[in-house]
C-alpha cells in the first residue's frame, strides 16, 4: 500500500496528527494494531519484562487499541445527564523552567522554548475539548476556594484541567473514519522499518498481525506514534540492514527513560476543623463547566536555590488512621474475590478485615447516608472528586494525605533494551533496565522537608512523614504510565535522536509524536505536552510538503 503519510499508532498523538490533514490532498494511512475493542491476544504483545527495580507491568500500561491508553484513563469527572460517570484524563503543561538548561538538572534543556509551544498548547486544549489554556489560580478560584497562602517563596498553586477519554476513540473515530483521504488499519502491528544499507530514508514500514499475514506500507513520511516505549522498541528492533537500529548510530534510542515516580510521603494535620472547608480549591471540581483540581508545586526560585527538580505535592483529605484502614480492609474484601468464593483458608483473612473494618462502621455508615445525595467516596483519591461537596465536612476529615509527583532526572543507565525473547509475530519483546536511584530519593527527601517547614510557617498545620526521618522509599511498584525520553529531543545528534521539529537525525523523513521526545518531563501529565507537540509537527510537514518530493529523491534534509 502506498500513502503520503503513514502514522504508526492511533493514540491520542497519531489520532491528532491524522486529523490535522483532513481535507488536504495527503494521504494518510493510520496504523493501529489493536481493534476498536480491547483483545487480550493483542495485548499480549505488549509484554515485558523489568529487569531494574519493580516497575507496574508492562502489557498493562501500553495498551493496543484505537485510541491507544485513552481507552483506559479512568478519572471521574463527574455524573452525566444519565447518571453514567464521565471518564477521562487529567491535563496540565510543563512549566517554562522545564525547557531550561539547569545546572542542577543533568542531561536538561530542550531545543525549543515553552513559549514557542504556547499556540499549540492553547489548540491542544481546544483538541482535547477542555477548558481555556489557564492553569494559575486565579480564574479558579473565589472567596470560598481559594488557594493557600505560603509565608515564604518555595511553594505556589497551580491547577489541573481534566478532558474527557471518549473524545479521541469514539468522536474521532467517526471522523477519520468519513474522510476520504485517510485510511484507517486495524489489526495492523508495524514490527519493522525498512531503511536500505545505502540509503537513509525509511523505504516503506512492514505490517503484520496474528493471522500470519504481512504486507508493506510505502510513503514519502513516516510518524512514530505509538508511545513512549513502543517508539523505541520499533526502531531498535529494525535491525536488519544496521546492527543498532534505526535512527540508533550514537547510541541513544530506549536510552533516558522516565516517568514520574509518585509516593504518599505522610500526613499533613490542620491546626483547625474549618481548615478542609476551606480547601476546595484542592478538589476536583467543577468551574464555570470545567473540571478542575488544584495542586502545589515548588516555585522556579524554589527549585534553583535548593537544587531541585520540578516536584509537585496533591492534598487528598483524610479520616482518622483507625477509619482510613476500616475503608481499606472492605476495600481489600470487595477487590480480592474473599467474599465471592470464600474457602477454609480464606477465613482468618477475612476475619482479620472484617474486624478492622467493624473499627470504622461509623465513618463508613455516614458516608453511605450521604451518598445517597452527593456523589461521595469512602476514601478520595486522584481519580475521584467531590470531598468538599460533604455535609459533615467539618468532622470528617482528619488529615490530608501527601502525594508527591516527581520529576525523574534523566539518566541514560535507565533504558528499554530488546529482550531475547520474541512475541506472536516474531518481533524481539521489550526489556526494562529501570532505577529510580538516590539522587532522586535526596530530591525527594529535600522536597518533603521543605514542604514540612512551609506548611508549618504558613500555618498549615503540622506535618508527619511516613519515612520518619529516614530516606523516602518506593513502597510499590513504581511508575504511573507517563513514559518519555526514550528518542529525546536534542539539536546536536550526539545528545538527542530528534531535532527540534521531532525529526530523526539521520532518517530525514521518519519523525516521531510522542513523549518518547521530552529531555525533561516535568511533574506534568505528558499528554497535553503531547498533544501540542504533534500539532506543532503537523505544521511543519505541510510546511515542508512541497519539499518531500525533493527529501525522497535526494536523500538530503529538507
Known amino acids: 500500500m502506498k500513502a503520503d503519510v503513514c502514522i504508526i499508532g492511533s493514540g491520542p498523538a497519531g489520532i491528532t496528527l491524522a486529523r490535522e490533514f483532513l481535507g488536504t490532498e495527503n494521504h ?19 509484554y515485558g519484562d523489568s529487569i531494574g527495580e519493580e516497575f507496574l507491568p508492562l502489557k498493562d500500561v501500553r495498551n493496543r487499541q484505537f485510541g491507544g491508553n485513552s481507552n483506559i484513563w479512568s478519572i471521574k469527572l463527574g455524573r452525566k445527564a444519565d447518571r453514567q ?158 546492527a543498532c537500529g534505526v535512527g540508533n548510530e550514537n547510541d541513544l534510542v530506549g536510552r533516558f527513560f522516565m516517568d514520574h515516580p509518585m509516593l504518599d510521603i505522610g500526613r499533613l494535620v ?29 516555585t522556579k526560585a524554589a527549585m534553583a536555590e535548593h537544587g531541585l527538580p520540578n516536584n509537585a505535592v496533591v492534598l487528598l483529605p483524610r479520616p482518622s488512621g483507625r477509619q482510613t484502614q476500616a475503608v481499606l480492609a472492605l476495600k481489600d474484601l470487595a477487590e480480592n474475590g474473599y467474599l465471592k468464593h470464600p474457602t477454609p483458608q480464606h477465613w482468618p483473612a477475612i476475619a482479620q478485615r472484617l474486624l478492622k473494618v467493624a473499627g470504622g462502621l461509623d465513618y463508613i455508615a455516614r458516608v453511605v447516608y450521604d451518598a445517597r445525595k452527593y456523589d461521595q467516596s469512602l ?49 524481539p519483546r521489550l526489556e526494562l533496565d ?54 529525546r529531543m536534542g539539536a546536536d545528534p550526539r545528545r538527542g535522536v530528534v531535532n527540534e521539529n521531532c525529526q530523526v537525525h539521520s532518517v530525514p523523513n521518519l519523525y516521531v509524536a510522542s513523549s518518547s521526545v521530552f529531555p525533561t518531563g516535568g511533574y506534568a501529565n505528558p499528554t497535553l505536552t503531547i498533544l501540542a507537540l504533534t500539532l506543532r509537527l503537523a505544521d511543519h510537514l505541510k510546511a515542508t510538503g512541497s519539499q518531500a518530493a525533493a527529501v525522497v529523491q535526494t536523500g538530503q534534509t529538507a
Not at 121 to 132: D, I, L, N, T
Open 28 to 46: 494518510i494511512c493510520l496504523l493501529e494494531s489493536g481493534g476498536i475493542g480491547q483483545d487480550l491476544d493483542i495485548q499480549d504483545l505488549s
Open 85 to 242: 460517570w464521565e471518564i477521562g484524563v487529567r491535563y496540565v503543561p510543563l512549566d517554562d523552567i522545564d525547557f531550561d538548561q539547569r545546572d542542577w538538572v543533568p542531561h536538561s534543556g530542550w531545543p525549543i522554548s515553552y513559549k514557542e509551544l504556547i499556540p499549540y498548547y492553547e489548540k491542544a486544549q481546544r483538541v482535547a475539548h477542555s477548558g481555556p489554556f489557564a492553569y494559575s489560580p486565579a480564574p479558579w478560584s473565589d472567596a470560598q476556594a481559594k488557594p493557600f497562602d505560603f509565608a515564604e517563596n518555595t511553594f505556589t498553586s497551580k491547577v489541573f484541567q481534566f478532558g474527557a477519554r471518549t473524545v479521541f476513540y469514539q468522536n474521532y473515530l467517526a471522523e477519520l473514519g468519513a474522510a476520504p483521504n485517510i485510511d484507517v488499519y486495524l489489526y495492523a502491528t508495524a514490527v519493522e522499518l525498512e531503511v536500505p544499507q545505502e540509503n537513509s530514508l525509511v523505504q516503506r514500514v512492514k505490517v503484520s498481525n496474528l493471522t500470519g499475514k504481512s504486507y508493506w506500507v510505502e510513503a514519502k513520511t513516516f510518524v512514530l506514534a505509538t508511545g513512549g516505549m513502543e517508539n523505541a522498541r520499533l526502531m531498535l528492533a529494525s535491525n536488519r540492514h544496521r
Open 270 to 298: 490542620p491546626d483547625h476543623r474549618g481548615a478542609f472547608a476551606q480547601a476546595a480549591f484542592y478538589d476536583l471540581r467543577r468551574v464555570k463547566g470545567s473540571p478542575v483540581m488544584g495542586h502545589i508545586t515548588l
Open 379 to 427: 476514601l478520595h483519591g486522584l481519580g475521584r472528586g467531590g470531598w468538599s461537596e460533604s455535609p459533615q465536612i467539618y468532622n470528617r476529615f482528619k488529615s490530608y494525605e501527601v502525594l508527591l509527583v516527581t520529576e525523574q532526572v534523566p539518566d541514560p543507565s535507565n533504558r528499554v533494551q530488546l529482550s531475547r525473547q520474541l512475541d506472536a509475530l516474531g518481533m
Open 434 to 487: 529501570w532505577r529510580w536511584g538516590s539522587d532522586n530519593r535526596d530530591s525527594a527527601k529535600r522536597t518533603q522537608d521543605l514542604f514540612a517547614a512551609a506548611a508549618k510557617k504558613s500555618g498549615l498545620g503540622r506535618y508527619v512523614s511516613n519515612f520518619g526521618d529516614g530516606d523516602l522509599s518506593m513502597p510499590g511498584p513504581a511508575g504511573i504510565a507517563h513514559h518519555m525520553g526514550t528518542t
